[in-house]
């Protein structure tokens, strides 16, 4: 099976730093895979705080749900490091984008993982349901204020 090769944007928007705590990490002594999805739901969510938001139940209105997750791991990470996760919005479509990221060890810069999360916005359907819906404007305008302050 061939390897995923995944390329990383030139520059990052957002950047936050997370500890490995002993409830990361496997039998094997370095972060649990299943682990990294953790960190990077909890960089995701930061991210939506960080453009003003309360969480991800409600921005405009809407609720994001996580279409898709890729990752590409470059080296183990360890109980007591800090991961320094860096993200940007990327690949927008009608219904989201997706939320690049890139964990490296805060102290020495060491690469320990990069990759994607596809996420989508949704609202209430018709029926009560939950329906994919388009991203919102008030969103998009927030997210390139934020883009120009930071460039």
């Excluded at 999360?117 to 008030?138: C, E, I, L, M, R």
């Amino acid at each position: 099976m061939a390897r995923i090769q995944f390329d990383l944007p030139a520059q990052f928007l957002f950047s936050t730093d997370i500890p490995i705590y002993i409830s990361h990490v496997n039998q094997g002594g370095h972060l649990d895979n299943a682990q990294l999805l953790t960190l990077v739901s909890e960089a995701r969510l930061r991210f939506f705080r960080w453009l003003g938001y309360v969480g991800e139940l409600d921005i405009e209105g809407l609720t994001i749900v996580v279409g898709d997750m890729m990752a590409q791991y470059k080296s183990e990470a360890f109980y007591g490091e800090t991961m320094q996760v860096d993200m940007v919005p990327a690949d927008f479509n009608r219904y989201g984008f997706d939320l690049v990221f890139r964990l490296q060890d805060k102290q020495t810069g060491r690469e320990v993982a990069r990759g994607k999360t596809g996420v989508v916005f949704v609202g209430d359907g018709p029926d009560g349901g939950k329906k994919v819906t388009p991203v919102p404007a008030a969103f998009m305008a927030r997210l390139e204020a934020r883009q120009r302050a930071t460039h």
